[in-house]
């Protein structure tokens, strides 16, 4: 075991913003630095194209809806390295505007992914942080847009950063998945919005985790979630204005934040700026 070299991990990173991320990390970290994907195969094809650029990326294979694939990686980390130094959840999913598929399914796998995933990613591997760790969750201004559409009942209980509870946090977005089931969303006080609603989850799991790692006898773990912006992805279907490396320009900000960092620390970073996450009504 190697527990003195550093480490990085980003996950869902074969392609898009990820790939970005694994690019810049490769040319700014001091350490190694895995991308994750899903597909074995397309992973070890985006590590030889960053070969090309003089890039030595690592490839781990890792599928954040199965606990098995979280946990292979979590032992390969522990046994190899020691600990980990730098966590971007990237990886994330979202319906095209024009799917056919019920909204009912849609908010079911899109929580699933996005939030119950990222979550779980972080449950397992935050035990492996080591002092001046840095995690970044990419969220989404979107997340900002669908708080808004929330009535101010739970507006006040998803801001309510001090005192909500990573269990009610995981209650409340699954009311929101069987309320997709039963039709009563919108009497719920939820938006329309399954990718919005897991956003708001990402945002808010963000700012709780790093409530809740300031007791950590780890000094100077830093938590922070952030919005890319609107980029040129597969994922935007390719409508997006910023390239690649521009999106991921800010989750490198924050994942390179240097030791000791005071600001930004447990927040919504936009444009290497602090947004507002409050009550709009």
């Not at 966590?87 to 992914?113: C, D, H, W």
């Not at 950063?161 to 209650?171: A, G, R, V, W, Y």
């Amino acid at each position: 075991m190697s527990g003195s070299k550093r480490v990085a991990v980003v996950t869902g990173s074969n392609k898009g913003i990820g790939y970005a991320i694994v690019r810049g990390l490769c040319k700014q970290f001091d350490g190694d630095v895995y991308l994750t994907a899903r597909n074995e195969e397309l992973g070890l094809k985006s590590v030889e194209e960053l070969k090309k650029e003089g890039c030595s990326a690592k490839f781990h294979q890792l599928d954040i809806t199965k606990l098995d694939s979280i946990n292979k990686l979590k032992t390969f980390l522990q046994d190899t390295y020691g600990g980990l130094d730098i966590l971007v959840n990237n990886a994330g999913m979202a319906y095209k505007q024009a799917s056919t598929a019920p909204f009912s399914e849609q908010a079911e796998v899109t929580i699933r992914t996005n939030f119950t995933g990222t979550l779980d990613v972080c449950e397992a591997l935050f035990p492996l942080l080591r002092p001046h760790a840095r995690v970044v969750n990419v969220s989404s201004f979107v997340s900002q847009y669908a708080l808004k559409k929330c009535s101010i009942d739970l507006q006040k209980k998803l801001v309510d950063i001090p005192h909500i509870s990573m269990s009610e946090l995981k209650t409340m977005l699954g009311q929101f998945v069987d309320s997709a089931k039963k039709g009563t969303t919108e009497k719920l006080g939820w938006p329309q919005s399954a990718y919005g609603v897991s956003k708001v989850g990402v945002t808010v799991m963000s700012l709780i985790q790093q409530r809740e790692l300031l007791k950590d006898a780890k000094p100077d773990i830093v938590v922070n979630a952030c919005c890319p912006g609107y980029v040129d992805t597969d994922m935007s279907s390719h409508k997006g204005t910023k390239t690649i490396d521009q999106g991921a320009d800010t989750p490198l900000y924050l994942a390179l934040l240097p030791p000791n960092t005071a600001s930004p620390k447990g927040v919504f970073v936009s444009d290497r700026k602090i947004g507002k996450w409050e009550i709009t009504k």
